[in-house]
């Protein structure tokens, strides 16, 4: 084994193990000035401190267990379960919407009343009287964390217009403090921020829909799994 490849095999061996993640893009005013919802991370986050960041995180196990009053269209839904478990989709969904709630606030879901009592983490959301919806969910990107970072994540990333909101968009009294500084930011001058590279790239591909269809014909896939990195797009 050469000296590359034995730093590989430790960098394998001591990397953290990559978890299922979502992360919701919620889009404003798309048709006259385009916006879209960030926050900043906290300087002692241990992922990306400092950076501004969607709303987003890990799929917990409770997140398997949520009733989605309207599904993720097909389409995305075969997409989002390319070398996937197609019992990941609706979990990484409620995940999405989740995250969203617990760091903005807002809510994506529709008037209804839950057949039991929701899980820890979906408390606060079911006392709403919403459940969780992907109705306007579009899945347009998926990234995997490179080696070498303290946290990993196959992160999908999904965007919806602001109008699926069931709140009011400027409130977020009811958000935790994961993120701070939470604002509507136009497109034309999001890139003056501190900003992930991947969040970059992102934003990129959001600018391209805007003018082509928020429903991609196919999904930028960036696939950092091992140390050589590679690019596809799920068709």
Not at 16 to 29: H, S
Not at 44 to 54: D, G, H, Q
Not at 153 to 182: H, K
């Amino acid at each position: 084994m050469g000296e590359e490849d034995a730093r590989i095999r430790e960098r394998e061996l001591t990397d953290p193990p990559i978890r299922d993640a979502a992360t919701v893009i919620v889009l404003r005013d798309a048709d006259t000035a385009p916006r879209v919802l960030m926050g900043q991370r906290g300087a002692s986050a241990a992922f990306m401190p400092n950076k501004f960041v969607f709303p987003g995180g890990a799929v917990d196990p409770v997140d398997t267990t949520v009733p989605l009053a309207h599904p993720l269209a097909p389409g995305c839904a075969a997409r989002l379960c390319a070398e996937a478990d197609p019992a990941l989709a609706p979990a990484l969904v409620a995940a999405g919407i989740r995250e969203l709630w617990e760091e903005t606030g807002l809510i994506l879901g529709r008037p209804g009343s839950w057949e039991s009592p929701a899980p820890r983490g979906w408390r606060g959301f079911s006392e709403t009287g919403h459940l969780p919806s992907a109705e306007g969910l579009h899945f347009i990107f998926r990234a995997i964390t490179p080696p070498g970072r303290p946290r990993r994540f196959d992160a999908r990333f999904f965007l919806v217009e602001a109008e699926a909101v069931a709140n009011d968009l400027d409130n977020f009294s009811r958000a935790e403090d994961e993120l701070g500084l939470l604002q509507w930011i136009p497109l034309t001058e999001v890139r003056r921020f501190n900003l992930p590279f991947i969040t970059e790239v992102v934003l990129a591909e959001v600018a391209g829909l805007l003018g082509s269809g928020l429903s991609p014909a196919s999904v930028p896939f960036f696939d950092n799994r091992s140390p050589r990195s590679s690019f596809a797009r799920l068709r």
